[in-house]
């Protein structure tokens, strides 16, 4: 061990703390997490526990292939005239006036070329929403990811424990 042995390795060291230093401040303005996700914080306990069904707002869930998000018109029902004083709500009337579609970011999602379909799961597999998409009810705020990502080996692995089929063409059709 000599001196310049030491000093390359003070400035390997440094040159990593920079690296990974300003690495993460440059990501932290880029990476998906930090961005808010979605137009509205909206709050899934406060509603669930109001008495609203996943269905009220997700109408294809149990009956088509995609369970969907909810339009407008759906939040207006209840949201046309306060019903709280916070800004988040007031966000709903400001979509209204402007005339705009609130534009929910979906974040659980396969590739066009794979065939998925609520109905096949819920109304007759008799799965749970919790099952792939985790405590929704329990949110007060929109999730940052999708809760699994539905990757071919999420969708395999669960195939085979339950002994649904895993046939190739059932999902790449
Ligand atoms: C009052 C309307 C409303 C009700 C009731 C509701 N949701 Fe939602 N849901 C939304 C909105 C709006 C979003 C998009 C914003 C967010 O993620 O919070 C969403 C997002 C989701 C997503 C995210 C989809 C994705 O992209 O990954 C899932 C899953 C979901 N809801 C499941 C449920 C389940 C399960 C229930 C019942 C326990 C439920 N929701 C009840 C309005 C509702
Ligand atoms: C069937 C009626 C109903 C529908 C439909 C409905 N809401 Fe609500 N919402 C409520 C009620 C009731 C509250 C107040 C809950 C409380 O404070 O006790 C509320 C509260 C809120 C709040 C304040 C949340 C908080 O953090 O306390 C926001 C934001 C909101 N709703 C957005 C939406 C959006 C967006 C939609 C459409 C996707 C929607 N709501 C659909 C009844 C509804
Ligand atoms: C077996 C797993 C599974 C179950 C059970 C399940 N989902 Fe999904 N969900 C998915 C997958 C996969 C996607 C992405 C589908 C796509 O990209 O078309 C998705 C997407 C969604 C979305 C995004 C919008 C859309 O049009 O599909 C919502 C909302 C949603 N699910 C709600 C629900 C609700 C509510 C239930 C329960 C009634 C439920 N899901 C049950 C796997 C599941
Ligand atoms: C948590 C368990 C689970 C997950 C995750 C899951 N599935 Fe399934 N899937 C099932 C069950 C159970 C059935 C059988 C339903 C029935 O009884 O009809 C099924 C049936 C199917 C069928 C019909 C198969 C046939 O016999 O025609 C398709 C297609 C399918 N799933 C696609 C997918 C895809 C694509 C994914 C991933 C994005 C996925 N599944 C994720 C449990 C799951
Ligand atoms: C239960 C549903 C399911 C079955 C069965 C299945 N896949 Fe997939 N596959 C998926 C999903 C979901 C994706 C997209 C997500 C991913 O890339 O993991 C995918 C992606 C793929 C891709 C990647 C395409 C790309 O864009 O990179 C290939 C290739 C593929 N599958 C081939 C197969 C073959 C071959 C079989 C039969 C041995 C098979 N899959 C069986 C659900 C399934």
Redesign the pocket.
């Known amino acids: 061990m000599n001196g310049t042995t030491h000093s390359k390795t003070t400035i390997w060291l440094l040159s990593f703390v920079v690296f990974f230093g300003l690495g993460s401040i440059v990501l932290g303005t880029v990476w998906p997490e930090n961005i808010p996700a979605q137009p509205i914080r909206f709050n899934h306990a406060v509603h669930v526990s109001n008495g609203l069904t996943c269905e009220d707002c997700h109408a294809g869930a149990l009956t088509r292939e995609k369970a969907t998000l909810p339009q407008l018109d759906t939040c207006l029902t209840c949201h046309s005239e306060a019903v709280t004083t916070k800004p988040e709500e007031e966000k709903v009337r400001v979509f209204a006036r402007a005339g705009r579609e609130i534009q929910w970011v979906q974040l659980t999602r ?1 590739p066009e070329h ?4 609520h109905r ?2 819920t109304a ?4 749970k929403c919790a ?2 998409h985790g405590p929704m009810e329990s949110y007060t705020e929109p999730p940052r990811r999708a809760f ?1 990502r ?1 990757k071919m080996n ?2 395999i692995e ?2 085979k ?2 002994k ?2 895993y046939d190739c063409n ?2 790449h059709r």
């Open positions: 396969v794979v065939y998925f379909s096949r799961h007759l597999g008799g799965l099952e792939c699994r539905m999420d969708c669960c195939h424990q339950r649904a089929s059932d999902c």
